[in-house]
């Protein structure tokens, strides 16, 4: 009898000791997960915005026609040659503008792949990553001016998900500037973004680009 009471006394000490070991791991990994994922938008607004500069006015358009989003790699090097600058590609060669861009699409998307989509009329408007075409070999940039109503986008939050890993908002909003002599005023919503970085250094690439709502 004295022996049964001693095994059972060891198994319940056992099962006490698996139960309390198992809450203290379930409970560290509550907290992991909570350190990792934490709003650091103040620190890193200026440097994110600064690496998204290009793809935000790729981002503005695609919202502002209300055309379709998709992140492949005409859409990458889309907004690289816009980072690299409109009006430095406008004309030019497919050879040179790619020499150029590639090392953009490197050191932001961690991708080499330069890919432009050949002029048809019938695309020019309907899909976001013709904005920049080729024709004869030269590349062309289709965007003109907005007029009074035009799109214009911001870093609202960044959330860091792991120890280089962030979550950036990028959302776009109409503005009217209509008003005279008075500043654009902000109207509805239009698109919002959730760009996915790896922190490299002291610098950022874009790994993912995903919208998760669309207005008109």
């Known amino acids: 009898m004295k022996k049964l009471n001693t095994?059972?006394?060891?198994?319940?000490?056992?099962?006490?000791?698996?139960?309390?070991?198992?809450?203290?791991?379930?409970?560290?990994?509550?907290?992991?997960?909570?350190?990792?994922?934490?709003?650091?938008?103040?620190?890193?607004?200026?440097?994110?915005?600064?690496?998204?500069?290009?793809?935000?006015?790729?981002?503005?358009?695609t919202s502002g026609t209300g055309l379709d989003f998709k992140y492949d790699a005409y859409a990458k090097t889309t907004m690289a040659?816009?980072?690299?600058?409109?009006?430095?590609?406008?004309?030019?060669?497919?050879?040179?503008?790619?020499?150029?861009?590639?090392?953009?699409?490197?050191?932001?998307?961690?991708?080499?792949?330069?890919?432009?989509?050949?002029?048809?009329?019938?695309?020019?408007?309907?899909?976001?990553?013709?904005?920049?075409?080729?024709?004869?070999?030269?590349?062309?940039?289709?965007?003109?001016?907005?007029?009074l109503l035009y799109p214009s986008g911001r870093v609202t939050k960044i959330i860091q998900t792991g120890s280089r890993k962030f979550v950036a908002t990028f959302t776009v909003n109409w503005y009217d500037r209509s008003y005279?002599?008075?500043p654009a005023k902000k109207k509805n919503c239009i698109g919002i973004y959730k760009i996915y970085l790896q922190k490299k250094g002291n610098h950022f690439t874009i790994t993912n680009i995903k919208r998760t709502y669309q207005g008109y």
């Open 81 to 147: 040659c816009l980072k690299y600058g409109q009006s430095r590609i406008d004309g030019k060669t497919e050879k040179s503008v790619k020499k150029a861009v590639v090392p953009v699409l490197k050191r932001y998307f961690g991708t080499s792949t330069f890919k432009v989509r050949k002029y048809r009329q019938s695309e020019a408007h309907r899909i976001a990553s013709s904005y920049i075409c080729k024709k004869g070999g030269r590349l062309m940039y289709l965007r003109g001016d907005w007029g």
């Open 180 to 182: 005279l002599n008075r």
């Open 7 to 61: 095994t059972l006394k060891r198994r319940n000490f056992i099962t006490f000791l698996t139960v309390f070991l198992v809450s203290i791991y379930v409970c560290t990994a509550a907290v992991s997960v909570s350190a990792a994922s934490r709003n650091v938008t103040k620190k890193y607004k200026k440097t994110v915005t600064n690496t998204l500069s290009g793809v935000g006015t790729y981002l503005e358009i």
